[in-house]
């Protein structure tokens, strides 16, 4: 299995960017799939998730509105597209997996109760910088 990021980079407050991860190893169909975010001193949170099927998908309340998750099973490859960007979103960003088919994947990735469970796979991280 693998992910590989890409997008990351310096941007200023308001802009954009996309973050790409290709993956390879596993079927978006029976896998949940998601984002987590790591600042300087502080503790990695999860920032958005989609079940297999893209069934349930769910943001961090701090990005609701702002970034928008998707995924192209066709090319096995996931998207954070990220809009009105603040400093405080200036962290590393991975790009995560775990295996969750039907219902089993909402206790990776549920409405109610976020981005709990051990995502299984990971990439290597990608930087995103917004300076103020």
């Known amino acids: 299995v693998q992910l590989v990021e890409s997008g990351g980079g310096l941007v200023q407050a308001g802009g954009s960017l996309r973050l790409s991860c290709v993956t390879s190893?596993?079927?978006?169909?029976?896998?949940?799939i998601g984002w987590f975010r790591q600042a300087p001193g502080k503790e990695r949170e999860g920032v958005s998730c989609?079940?297999?099927?893209?069934?349930?998908?769910y943001y961090t309340d701090s990005v609701k509105g702002r970034f928008t998750i998707s995924s192209d099973n066709a090319k096995n490859t996931m998207y954070l597209q990220m809009n009105s960007l603040k400093a405080e979103d200036t962290a590393v960003y991975y790009c995560?997996?775990?295996?969750?088919?039907?219902?089993?994947?909402?206790?990776?990735?549920?409405?109610?109760?976020?981005?709990?469970?051990?995502?299984?796979?990971w990439g290597q991280g990608a930087q995103v910088i917004v300076s103020s």
């Open positions: 190893g596993f079927s978006f169909d029976d896998h949940v």
């Open positions: 995560a997996a775990v295996r969750g088919p039907g219902f089993l994947g909402v206790w990776y990735c549920g409405s109610q109760n976020g981005m709990t469970g051990e995502y299984k796979y």
């Open positions: 989609i079940t297999s099927r893209s069934t349930t998908t």
